[in-house]
């Protein structure tokens, strides 16, 4: 494992370089043979895990699969992940549809643990902390729903690796619903892979960020979600132009320093990997939709009307046969949103 830290230049008096150096190194000094940092392996763990986020009416997303739990212990680049012995379960009120309705959400948190070399303990859970938001990157990328990190780096001494106990019910709340079964699943082949492309590609990781910033704010907030999925696409279409795809430049004008060309290569980007005509023309208008958003002329979601909410129920999946977890409208929301016949 490498992390970047800094040295003095030996040409430029006063100078600091950025350098790459692997974890438990000691950098001397160009000058003299002085020792200036040493850096020591650090333990730590935390834990990730699907966010429980409200869902907003007027919009639909994938349901977070309750039943998901990592299978067996796993590594994604260097950090090893566990999942929870039992499940957690937390209560959230219903807002906005109503702060009288309580809502249950189960899931499978998973321990993460790795060693972050660094001259001291809070900076290796500064990165620490970007090493789980990595992880969280990755995971909602191949189990397509938000994940975040739930508990920040720990210290192993201090505290052991573990996932708190589940919420006590409310008052009244009683046998409900019946136990979620439990499906184990594997990580995606390609996890590995990704970490290290993640790593060693900084405007790729960036872009992964942006996408997961989006999949996070998407429930409550789709507007500046598609800013952040825009900005993602945007990120993704500089590193296609840079490996020789045909992606338009970027123009910008000596006098008002003004840009133009995003437009057209978020589009050419979007196609790169679109290949149905209809959805492709459908895309043609994102960027113009992130520009009245980030500019503040227009909000394309729902946030302004978050009171006209639906509800849902809850279907979930079965990952033997293939079948994905979802939420159907019901029967009072079909009935409330179907066409009035004239």
């Known amino acids: 494992?490498?992390?970047?830290?800094?040295?003095?230049?030996?040409?430029?008096?006063?100078?600091?370089?950025?350098?790459?150096?692997?974890?438990?190194?000691?950098?001397?000094?160009?000058?003299?043979?002085?020792?200036?940092?040493?850096?020591?392996?650090?333990?730590w763990w935390g834990?990730?895990?699907?966010?429980?986020?409200?869902?907003?009416?007027?919009?639909?997303?994938?349901a977070h699969d309750r039943s998901r739990?990592?299978?067996?212990?796993?590594?994604?680049?260097?950090?090893?992940?566990?999942?929870?012995?039992?499940?957690?379960?937390?209560w959230r009120r219903g807002d906005p549809r109503s702060l009288d309705v309580i809502e249950k959400f189960e899931s499978w948190p998973i321990i993460v643990q790795g060693v972050t070399g660094a001259e001291a303990r809070h900076k290796a859970d500064r990165e620490a902390s970007q090493l789980l938001h990595r992880a969280a990157v990755l995971l909602s990328l191949a189990w397509d729903e938000p994940w975040q990190e739930r508990t920040a780096p720990q210290n192993p001494a201090s505290l052991a690796p573990s996932v708190p106990e589940s919420w006590p019910p409310p008052p009244g709340w009683g046998d409900r619903e019946p136990a979620t079964p439990r499906v184990d699943n594997e990580l995606p082949t390609w996890l590995g892979n990704g970490w290290t492309q993640l790593n060693e590609n900084p405007g790729l990781?960036?872009?992964?960020?942006?996408?997961?910033?989006?999949?996070?704010?998407?429930?409550?907030?789709?507007?500046?979600?598609?800013?952040a999925f825009?900005?993602?696409?945007?990120?993704?279409?500089?590193?296609?132009?840079?490996?020789?795809?045909?992606?338009?430049?970027?123009?910008?004008?000596?006098?008002?320093?003004?840009?133009?060309?995003?437009?057209?290569?978020?589009?050419?980007?979007?196609?790169?990997?679109?290949?149905?005509?209809?959805?492709?023309?459908?895309?043609?208008?994102?960027?113009?939709?992130?520009?009245?958003?980030?500019?503040?002329?227009?909000?394309?979601?729902?946030?302004?009307?978050?009171?006209?909410?639906f509800s849902f129920v809850y279907e979930p999946g079965d990952s033997a046969s293939g079948t994905a977890a979802k939420l159907t409208p019901s029967a009072e929301t079909a009935a409330r949103h179907s066409p009035s016949p004239n």
């Not at 409200?54 to 639909?60: A, F, K, S």
Request: charged share 20%; proline share 7%; aromatic share 4%.
């Open 1 to 43: 494992m490498r992390r970047a830290t800094t040295a003095r230049c030996p040409t430029c008096p006063g100078r600091a370089v950025r350098v790459i150096v692997p974890t438990s190194s000691v950098l001397r000094s160009t000058k003299g043979g002085r020792w200036v940092s040493q850096l020591k392996d650090f333990e």
């Open 47 to 62: 834990v990730v895990g699907p966010q429980p986020l409200p869902l907003m009416g007027g919009v639909i997303f994938d």
């Open 69 to 90: 739990r990592l299978g067996k212990p796993s590594t994604i680049g260097p950090l090893r992940l566990q999942a929870s012995e039992d499940p957690l379960v937390e």
């Open 205 to 227: 990781n960036m872009a992964a960020s942006f996408w997961h910033q989006g999949l996070l704010a998407a429930p409550a907030h789709p507007s500046l979600a598609l800013v």
């Open 230 to 309: 825009t900005a993602a696409i945007e990120g993704l279409a500089s590193l296609l132009a840079e490996s020789g795809n045909e992606i338009p430049n970027i123009t910008r004008c000596e006098t008002c320093r003004s840009s133009s060309g995003a437009t057209a290569r978020v589009r050419a980007a979007c196609a790169l990997v679109v290949g149905d005509p209809a959805v492709t023309r459908a895309l043609h208008r994102l960027y113009d939709r992130r520009s009245e958003t980030a500019h503040g002329a227009q909000l394309h979601g729902i946030e302004d009307a978050a009171g006209d909410v």
